[in-house]
């Protein structure tokens, strides 16, 4: 059976406009997780400012002190999910998943085992709420030992991993990423960043955009076509991080 070319041409049309108003959205970010996510001592706030291209846009809602169970006990769990339904007809939205520091520590009510269940539920929830999670293995601390960073997030990073990889979702591996970079600028270069004098956890104004480049980067590197025509670049930034220099 023959069909006219003509009459094949609205459906041969319609695909292409649907993808390509599909990839015209700008994007929402929902930002959650603890203090090195958090306005006042971690990348959040930075990455919302110097990474995301204009058009797109985002809220930071990672709390000071949080596990992946305090966060939801206080009702923060709850913004971003609502922030997914306010903001998914018009955006592609995606929530950046980032903890483990608080949930390591021994009066968190918070095992390994159930850190990585609360990530795995966290995520189910975005997914079922239309957006897409990016779990993101936690901000590496810039204390030393021996002349190398102490790496005390190995246990959180793995699991948060294993997270990712079991329900095939974003991720990218900002405590390798963030670890290899003070290790190559070392100690006293590192405390640079540091909030507050001696605190190798949180970072300074300048020190969240140093590390948020880090995650837009590693984000644009895994996962290009969603996030190149969406971020802003900083080659400078980005190839001083590459050097292993101080930035």
């Known amino acids: 059976m023959r069909f006219p070319i003509l009459a094949l041409l609205p ?18 970010w929902l930002l959650a997780g603890d203090s090195t996510t958090a306005a006042g001592g971690g990348w ?26 305090s966060f ?4 923060y769990w709850a913004s971003v999910l609502k922030g997914i339904a306010q903001f998914k007809a018009d955006n592609r939205v995606y929530v950046t998943i980032q903890f483990g ?14 850190y990585a269940t609360n990530l795995g539920v966290m995520a189910d929830e975005v997914v079922k709420a239309g957006a ?10 810039r204390t030393f030992s021996g002349g190398k960073v102490t790496e005390n997030l190995s246990n959180e990073t793995k699991k948060t991993q294993e997270v990712a990889k079991g329900r095939s979702l974003h991720t990218i591996d900002l405590n390798k990423a963030s670890t290899a970079y003070v290790n190559a600028i070392g100690s006293a270069a ?27 980067d590693l984000l644009v590197a895994a996962y290009p076509t969603e996030f190149k025509d969406v971020t802003v670049a900083n080659a400078t930034l980005s190839a001083a991080i590459k050097a292993g220099k101080p930035a």
């Open 101 to 114: 520091h608080n949930d390591q520590k021994e009066n968190s009510g918070v095992s390994i085992t159930q």
């Open 11 to 28: 459906v041969a049309l319609a695909v292409p406009t649907a993808l390509v108003e599909r990839a015209e959205k700008p994007v929402y």
């Open 190 to 216: 590192a405390d640079k960043y540091n909030l507050a004098s001696g605190d190798r956890t949180h970072v300074n104004e300048h020190g969240g955009v140093v590390f948020a480049r880090i995650v837009s």
């Open 44 to 69: 959040g706030d930075a990455f919302l400012s110097t990474t995301v291209a204009p058009g797109s846009s985002g809220r930071n809602w990672a709390k000071g002190g949080a596990t992946t169970k």
């Open 132 to 141: 897409i999670p990016i779990l993101v293995t936690p901000l590496t601390r």
């Open 72 to 75: 939801r006990d206080g009702g």
